[in-house]
Structure formats: C-alpha cells, structure tokens
C-alpha cells in the first residue's frame, strides 16, 4: 500500500510541477485542492509522532517527502483504530460472558453479579431409600420398607467476595432440623475461617460430602464415635492449607443445634476440641495416597437429661429399620472423652482402597475409664474407567464419561466393605461384651454427577445386640437401594 502511494504521489507531482513553477507558490506552504490525501488532517499524537524533514529547496523532494509523512502518520492511524476495534470487541466479549454468568442453569441456577463479588445458589440433597431384611438369627421383627434419609433444602454463595454463606434444612423423619449455617471467611491466604453450624473436624468418612457417599452409611463407629464428640455443630474452625496435598483444620464447638438446651436443673451444653491433619504424597490424576489423624477431646457431656454421661450406638448400615445392633446403653460418670483415630486411602486409577480406625477413651470420676475402637476398610473399582477426585484431603464427585442420555450409559462402580465395632467393654451389664461387624457389597450406577442409583447388600452379625431379646447372636442380611440426587 505504501509502495503504490509513493508512486501515484510522485506521478502527480511530477504532472503538476511546472504549473507549479509557473504560478511561483510555495509548495512548502500550500496544498494543492486535486489531492484528497492532503486534505485529510493528522490527529495530534498522528502529527507528533511522524514530522515531515525541513524543506530541501527541491518542490519535487519535498512534496514527496510531506507525501511519505502523510503515509506513516495513516500508517499510525490505522494502527490505533485496529487496536481500537480489538478492546472495543473485547470490552463486548467480557460483558456478554458476565451477562452469560449472572444466571447459569444446571441442576438449580447459579446467580451472580457482573464483579462476581456476589452470588446465590440453591442447594438440595434427596435420598430416597428402600430395603428388606431376612432375619437369620436373633428375633427381632425387622421393619421392610421406604424412607428419605436426606431431604435437604437451602442456598449458599458468595459475599463481599471474601465471604462464603451455607444454610441448609433437613425435612427428613418428619421432622425439620438445620444441617448447616455457616459464614466462612476467605481473604487470609490458604485459610479459611468458619463461623456457625457445620461439620467439625474428624475423620475420613464424616468429613467427607454426603453426596459423595461410596456406600449408603459410613461405618459404624464413624456415626457412633462421631455423634459422641463430632458430626455437625455449633461452633468456629480454621481450615489452613498451605499446600494442595496438605490440609489442617482445628475447632473449638458446642452441640448441634437440634440438641435441647438445659433449663432449670436440666445439663448445661456440652463443648470439646476437634482436629484433623490430612497430607496426600502422591496427589495427581488417577494417582493418590492419602494420610491423615484425626483427634478430639469433649467435656461437660450429657445424654438425654443425664449430666455427665454418654450414650454410643449405631444401625447395621441402614437406617429403613431404627435397630441398633451397636449400643452401649447409658454410660454415667464420664468426666470427658477422647479420640485420636487414623485414615488411609489410595486411588490407582479406576481403583480405590481406603480404611479408618479410631479409639475412644472415657475419662470417668472415682470409676474405671473405658476404651472403645471401631475399624473399616473398603475397596472400590469403576468398571466404566472413571477415577475418585481427590480434593483437600477428602473424595471429590465422580464424574462420569459417558452421561446418561447424553453419549453413553454413564459410570458403573463396584464395591466392597467389611466394618467393625467393639463396645464389649461397656460397663452396663446388660450390653457388656456387645460388638457388631458387617459385610457390605455394593453396586452404584451414576448417571451424571449429580444423580445416581445405590444398591447394597449388607451381611450383619453380633453379640449381645439390641436386636436379640435372648442375649446370643444376632445375624441378619438387608437388600437396599437409594435414588440419590443433589444439587
């Protein structure tokens, strides 16, 4: 484009020099009206950038050197405007995607505003289960049956942009309870601060997501030990990871909010110190090891209206039917308790094997203090190819890859799981020496990562359970399915 004005500039100045000469006008000082290009005037940074030289004398030169000048200074022109029209594309580009991200839609929508300081989500869970029994040994009349075990409604999001907020209600039982009701502060660098109602530090199984669940309960001394000194209360944590594959986190809480709150001579609330420390050595794609401890110490207990006791039961890894086949009974006198459990697990792949174990001390005045301990490990293989996330320190969603009804039939997972626990040092004599384990084998069929079909067959068996009248064994199988979906 230069070359071609330079010569069509020269062309005419050589056809119009000698009129030039003729009439003697300045061509240092006067534009001809026939060449448009003259007319055109340079911006000021146009005219600042690119000068024409001094005049040499020659009106030939130096009407061909304004002419190159001319060129360079739309040269620069021409630059600025493409600049121009690339942050005005861009500007339009940011704007439409901040229009596209105030109201994303999945499973519920996802509102935000354009600085992204603020958001609002919906948020549920539904467990809807189903299971029937065969009782093999012991007596009791299993219920078959239907049930939700979760119906959680709520919302979280974003404040202030340094703010997280959480609050969720459980319908489930025929009755209503909060889950979580928490704000979290974001802004110290790999810390997190949480005030409010949530899960306190414990161990693999409970802090880890409801619906990421491999099989339809954790273990159980998981839920026995954990509703004693854990689970989801009242209280303020810190959450430091100063690296991806490290993760602390320590709180001080009281009880959940669901506890009822002394009156009168009724016990006070009790309180405790909950910590857990996770690190992976190995933490990437389809290749994880995990460890992690996990400790607390509770005091100023009460189990129902008794000061200074403690109660530990669980279910045989179903909640259809309310039978414990792991109780205590009432333990009194109990000063404080103490945990200190350990967790392993490791993802190969398609594989995952994981296990836990804890032990439970009861500290109890002017009486002999008990232990208890509890342990499960469990494999899993994803037969469709798919691999567990792994995210600070705890399984993350699996994600299948192929959705239903999208490109394929979606993840199909086996699982495997043997789960222990021993109460037998009980003082209560009529559930001294009880102790349960069971078998679990499982199959999960995910159809996208937000919905999933669970089955499970559980083999059950203990002494002195509950579950038998006469004192002896009682053995048992249960056949279970859940609809999961969350949101």
């Known amino acids: ?85 690339e942050l005005n594309e861009g500007r339009l580009q940011a704007t439409e995607t901040r229009a596209a991200k105030a109201v994303q839609f999945a499973w519920a929508p996802t509102i935000s505003e354009p600085t992204g300081q603020f958001s609002f989500k919906p948020r549920g869970v539904i467990d809807a289960d189903a299971a029937g029994f065969n009782e093999s040994k012991g007596g009791y009349d299993y219920n078959d049956g239907t049930a939700f075990r979760r119906a959680r409604l709520g919302f979280e ?26 704000l979290q502060y974001t802004k110290i660098p790999h810390t997190v601060l949480t005030l409010g109602q949530h899960k306190a530090p ?17 273990g159980m001394f998981t839920n026995a030990f954990g509703n004693a000194g854990a689970e989801r209360r009242i209280g303020l944590s810190a959450a430091y990871s100063p690296k991806e594959n490290l993760n602390l986190a320590v709180g001080v809480f009281g009880d959940n909010e669901s506890i009822n709150r002394g009156s009168g001579a009724a016990p006070g609330e009790s309180w405790g110190v909950n910590g857990r420390a996770t690190w992976e050595p190995i933490l990437d794609t389809g290749r ?26 669980d279910r045989p890894n179903i909640r259809v039917d309310n039978g414990n086949i792991a109780d205590s009974a009432v333990i009194t006198d109990v000063d404080s308790l103490r945990y200190a459990g350990a967790e392993a697990a490791a993802v190969f792949g398609p594989l995952t094997v994981a296990g836990e174990a804890g032990r439970l001390w009861l500290d109890r005045s002017g009486l002999p203090n008990e232990d208890f301990t509890g342990y499960y490990a469990f494999a899993t293989y994803l037969l469709t190819g798919e691999t567990r996330p792994f995210k600070g320190g ?30 037998s040092n009980t003082p209560d004599p009529v559930r001294h020496g009880n102790e349960a384990s069971s078998v679990t084998l499982g199959l999960n069929w995910y159809f996208n990562p937000y919905a999933k079909l669970m089955f499970n067959w ?29 949101f």
Request: no cysteine; net charge negative; glycine share 8%.
């Open 1 to 85: 484009m230069r070359i071609l004005l330079l010569a069509g500039a020269s062309l005419l100045a050589l056809t119009n020099t000698p009129a030039l000469a003729q009439q003697g006008e300045d061509v240092s000082t006067t534009q001809s009206s026939d060449t448009p290009i003259d007319s055109l005037e340079p911006s000021e940074t146009d005219a600042q950038a690119v000068q024409a030289p001094a005049p040499t004398g020659d009106p030939v030169l130096d009407r061909l050197n304004r002419l190159e000048a001319r060129v360079k200074q739309l040269e620069a022109r021409n630059a600025q405007l493409e600049q121009q029209v």
């Open 458 to 486: 559980i083999h059950f068996w203990g002494d002195n359970t509950p579950l038998d009248p006469d004192g002896d064994e009682t053995k048992g199988d249960a056949f279970a399915g859940r609809l999961h979906l969350d």
């Open 288 to 313: 994880v090891v995990h460890l992690g401890l996990s400790g607390f110490y509770r005091t100023a207990l009460k189990s129902g209206d008794v000061e200074d006791a403690v109660r530990l039961n």
């Open 157 to 182: 999001g974003t404040a202030y942009k340094w703010f997280n907020y959480r609050a969720e209600v459980d319908f489930a039982g025929n009755a209503v309870n909060i889950t979580d009701a928490y």
């Open 202 to 218: 414990f161990g693999l199984e409970s802090n880890n997501s409801d619906n990421y669940n491999i099989f339809l309960e954790r």
């Open 394 to 423: 705890n399984f993350d969603r699996v994600r299948p890859l192929k959705e239903l009804g999208k490109d394929g039939l979606g993840a199909f997972e086996a699982a495997a799981r043997y789960d222990h626990i021993d109460l």
